[in-house]
C-alpha cells in the first residue's frame, strides 16, 4: 500500500474520490447547523466492494471515516472530521428487487425514502416507514438512526421494516446477510447491532425491507381538543376502536400551530376558534368506504363525550394536503427563526402534557422573548420542542435550553432521544437515559468492532 492514504485512496478509488476545493460545499455538514468542515477526502462509491476498499484503507491509516446519507439528520452525526474522509452513499441508490411474493424489497442504502415508497406503490405494495423528510433522507442514514416518523404507531421504528442487511465492517470486511424471510433464527440477529448505532459499528450498504399490504385509502381528520388529557382519552378511543387501521396520531400545541399558521401566509387555520391542544388523525383500511366511517364513527362519539370541541374531515386529496401541511410545515423553520435549539424526546404518553407545559413555562420565565413550539408523534410517545431567544441572535445559549429541557424529560423518566439518535449534540447526555452498565456494554461492542475507533469517530459515545 502507499505510505501516503491520499495516494492509497486514488490508487483504489481513482474518480470516485475527491480532494480539496472539488469537495461540494454539501458534503461539508448536516441539517444540525454546527459549523461546517471540510474533510480531508470524499469518497462517492458506486459499489459495496468501494465502500469496503475505502473503509479498509481508512482503519489501516487510522483516519476516521463519516459515513453520509441524506444529511438531513439534527445531531451532527454525519459531519465530517477535519483531517478524516467523508463517505457518501449517494451514488448507491438503486431499487434491486421488487418480490411481490415476500413482500420485499430490496435496496442500496443511497435510496431516497419517497421513491422507495413510490416504488412500493407501484408494485401493489405498501412501504410503512414515513418521514418529513422523506424526498432527501435515504434508506441508510433511516436504518443506522432507527428513524421512527409519522406512522410509528401502526408499523413501528425502521427496525421493524429490515429484515436483512449488508454491512461493511470497520476493518473492510463485507457481511451479506440480505435475508427476506420473516422467521429465521439461525444465531445472533446480527442486524439489529447495526440499526440504531449511526454507522458507528458499520456501515450499511443494502437492506431488504419488510412491505405491508397497500391500504384502499388513507382517511385523516384534524381535531381541536379542550385539554391535553382529553386528547388522551382520544387516543385510548381511537386505539381501541380502529386497531391496526390507527397509523398516525400527530399533536400540535397551540405554541407551533398558532406561530406557524400565523407566519406563514399560505397554511390554512381549520378552526376559527383556538383550542387547548391539537390533533391529525390518519386511519388506514383495506376498504375506504369503511375506514372512513369508522373514523367518522370515533369523532362522533369523542364529539359527544367532550373529548374534541370540533373536528374536520377532508372531502379531498387537496383539503388533506392542507390539513398535513401545517404538521409538516417544520421544514420551512428557517425561514421563520434564527438558529435553533431542536428536541426529539421521548416520554410516558400521560406526562407530555405536563412536560410541555412545564417546558414552555420555563423557558418563558428564563428569556422573556423565548419561541418554544411544541408538537410530535405523541402516539407513539414521541415529543419535538424547538427553541429560539430571538434577543440572542447568534449567539443561542444552546446548552442552557438544552439542560433546562433534558431535566424536565429526564425527571418524567424519558429519553434525550427518540428517533434522531445520538450523534455530536447529545453525546454529553446520554447519561440522562442510560445506566452506566449500559454505557460500558456499548463501549466493549464499539471497542470490539472497531479497535481503532475509526468508523464516525467521535459520535453517539466517548473511547
Same mark, same amino acid.
Given at each position: 500500500?502507499?505510505?501516503?492514504?491520499?495516494?492509497?485512496?486514488?490508487?483504489? &478509488?481513482?474518480?470516485?474520490?475527491?480532494?480539496?476545493?472539488?469537495?461540494?460545499?454539501? $458534503?461539508?455538514? !448536516?441539517?444540525?447547523?454546527?459549523?461546517?468542515?471540510?474533510?480531508?477526502?470524499?469518497?462517492?462509491?458506486?459499489?459495496?466492494?468501494?465502500?469496503?476498499?475505502? =473503509?479498509?484503507?481508512?482503519? #489501516?491509516?487510522?483516519?476516521?471515516?463519516?459515513?453520509?446519507?441524506?444529511?438531513?439528520?439534527?445531531?451532527?452525526?454525519?459531519?465530517?472530521?477535519?483531517?478524516?474522509?467523508?463517505?457518501?452513499?449517494?451514488?448507491?441508490?438503486?431499487?434491486?428487487?421488487?418480490?411481490?411474493?415476500?413482500?420485499?424489497?430490496?435496496?442500496?442504502?443511497?435510496?431516497?425514502?419517497?421513491?422507495?415508497?413510490?416504488?412500493?406503490?407501484?408494485?401493489?405494495?405498501?412501504?410503512?416507514?414515513?418521514?418529513?423528510?422523506?424526498?432527501?433522507? =435515504?434508506?441508510?442514514?433511516?436504518?443506522?438512526?432507527?428513524?421512527?416518523?409519522?406512522?410509528?404507531?401502526?408499523?413501528?421504528?425502521?427496525?421493524?421494516?429490515?429484515?436483512?442487511?449488508?454491512?461493511?465492517?470497520? !476493518?473492510?470486511?463485507?457481511?451479506?446477510?440480505?435475508?427476506?424471510?420473516?422467521?429465521?433464527?439461525?444465531?445472533?440477529?446480527?442486524?439489529?447491532?447495526?440499526?440504531?448505532?449511526?454507522? %458507528?459499528?458499520?456501515?450499511?450498504?443494502?437492506?431488504?425491507?419488510?412491505?405491508?399490504?397497500?391500504?384502499?385509502?388513507?382517511?385523516?381528520?384534524?381535531?381541536?381538543?379542550?385539554?391535553?388529557?382529553?386528547?388522551?382519552?382520544?387516543?385510548?378511543?381511537?386505539?381501541?376502536? =380502529?386497531?391496526?387501521?390507527?397509523?398516525?396520531?400527530?399533536? =400540535?400545541?397551540?405554541?407551533?400551530?398558532?406561530?406557524?399558521?400565523?407566519?406563514?401566509?399560505?397554511?390554512?387555520?381549520?378552526?376559527?376558534?383556538?383550542?387547548?391542544?391539537?390533533?391529525?388523525?390518519?386511519?388506514?383500511?383495506?376498504?375506504?368506504?369503511?375506514?372512513?366511517? &369508522?373514523?367518522?364513527?370515533?369523532? %362522533? !362519539?369523542?364529539?359527544?363525550?367532550?373529548?374534541?370541541?370540533?373536528?374536520?374531515?377532508?372531502?379531498?386529496?387537496?383539503?388533506?394536503?392542507? &390539513?398535513?401541511?401545517?404538521?409538516?410545515?417544520?421544514?420551512? $423553520?428557517?425561514?421563520?427563526?434564527?438558529?435553533?435549539?431542536?428536541?426529539?424526546?421521548?416520554?410516558?404518553?400521560?406526562?407530555?402534557?405536563?412536560?410541555?407545559?412545564?417546558?414552555?413555562?420555563?423557558?418563558?420565565?428564563?428569556?422573556?422573548?423565548?419561541?418554544?413550539?411544541? $408538537?410530535?408523534?405523541?402516539?407513539?410517545?414521541?415529543?419535538?420542542?424547538?427553541?429560539?431567544?430571538?434577543?440572542?441572535?447568534?449567539?443561542?445559549?444552546?446548552?442552557?435550553?438544552?439542560?433546562?429541557?433534558?431535566?424536565?424529560?429526564?425527571?418524567?423518566?424519558?429519553?434525550?432521544?427518540? #428517533?434522531?439518535?445520538?450523534?455530536?449534540?447529545?453525546?454529553?447526555?446520554?447519561?440522562?437515559?442510560?445506566?452506566?452498565?449500559?454505557?460500558?456494554?456499548?463501549?466493549?461492542?464499539?471497542?470490539?468492532?472497531?479497535?481503532?475507533?475509526?468508523?464516525?469517530?467521535?459520535?453517539?459515545?466517548?473511547?
Amino acid at each position: 500500500m502507499p505510505s501516503n492514504i491520499v495516494e492509497a485512496l486514488k490508487v483504489e &478509488l481513482g474518480s470516485d474520490v475527491f480532494f480539496g476545493d472539488d469537495i461540494p460545499l454539501r $458534503y461539508h455538514n !448536516d441539517w444540525a447547523g454546527l459549523s461546517a468542515v471540510l474533510p480531508l477526502a470524499l469518497v462517492r462509491p458506486r459499489t459495496t466492494q468501494q465502500v469496503a476498499a475505502a =473503509m479498509r484503507i481508512c482503519n #489501516e491509516f487510522k483516519v476516521p471515516l463519516t459515513p453520509q446519507g441524506g444529511l438531513t439528520g439534527l445531531n451532527g452525526g454525519a459531519r465530517p472530521i477535519e483531517g478524516g474522509v467523508a463517505l457518501s452513499l449517494d451514488r448507491m441508490n438503486a431499487i434491486e428487487e421488487i418480490d411481490t411474493v415476500m413482500a420485499t424489497m430490496t435496496v442500496q442504502a443511497g435510496v431516497v425514502l419517497g421513491v422507495a415508497q413510490k416504488a412500493a406503490e407501484e408494485a401493489g405494495l405498501f412501504l410503512g416507514l414515513d418521514l418529513g423528510a422523506r424526498d432527501s433522507c =435515504m434508506i441508510g442514514g433511516n436504518l443506522s438512526t432507527n428513524a421512527g416518523g409519522n406512522r410509528v404507531i401502526r408499523f413501528g421504528m425502521a427496525r421493524e421494516h429490515v429484515l436483512g442487511l449488508e454491512v461493511v465492517l470497520p !476493518d473492510g470486511t463485507i457481511v451479506t446477510s440480505l435475508n427476506k424471510m420473516l422467521k429465521n433464527n439461525a444465531g445472533y440477529d446480527l442486524k439489529q447491532i447495526f440499526i440504531g448505532s449511526e454507522g %458507528t459499528l458499520g456501515i450499511i450498504t443494502r437492506a431488504v425491507l419488510r412491505l405491508q399490504a397497500k391500504p384502499a385509502e388513507l382517511a385523516s381528520a384534524f381535531c381541536g381538543c379542550p385539554d391535553f388529557p382529553s386528547l388522551l382519552e382520544l387516543l385510548k378511543s381511537a386505539r381501541q376502536r =380502529m386497531g391496526s387501521a390507527l397509523t398516525s396520531f400527530e399533536v =400540535m400545541w397551540p405554541s407551533f400551530y398558532d406561530f406557524m399558521t400565523g407566519s406563514l401566509p399560505d397554511l390554512r387555520r381549520a378552526f376559527n376558534e383556538p383550542y387547548g391542544v391539537y390533533v391529525l388523525i390518519e386511519t388506514g383500511g383495506r376498504d375506504a368506504s369503511e375506514n372512513r366511517l &369508522l373514523l367518522e364513527q370515533v369523532l %362522533t !362519539d369523542a364529539l359527544e363525550s367532550g373529548w374534541v370541541s370540533d373536528a374536520v374531515l377532508p372531502s379531498s386529496e387537496r383539503e388533506t394536503r392542507d &390539513l398535513w401541511a401545517v404538521r409538516e410545515s417544520v421544514s420551512e $423553520y428557517s425561514k421563520l427563526m434564527g438558529p435553533l435549539t431542536a428536541f426529539d424526546v421521548g416520554l410516558p404518553t400521560s406526562a407530555a402534557g405536563r412536560v410541555v407545559d412545564d417546558i414552555e413555562a420555563a423557558m418563558k420565565a428564563r428569556w422573556q422573548d423565548a419561541i418554544a413550539l411544541s $408538537y410530535g408523534h405523541i402516539g407513539d410517545s414521541n415529543l419535538h420542542v424547538v427553541c429560539n431567544i430571538p434577543s440572542a441572535g447568534k449567539e443561542q445559549p444552546h446548552k442552557e435550553i438544552s439542560e433546562l429541557v433534558f431535566g424536565f424529560v429526564a425527571s418524567e423518566g424519558g429519553t434525550i432521544s427518540a #428517533e434522531h439518535g445520538i450523534g455530536l449534540l447529545k453525546k454529553p447526555y446520554l447519561k440522562l437515559s442510560r445506566t452506566q452498565e449500559e454505557l460500558a456494554l456499548m463501549a466493549k461492542i464499539k471497542q470490539a468492532l472497531d479497535p481503532n475507533n475509526v468508523l464516525n469517530t467521535g459520535k453517539v459515545l466517548t473511547l
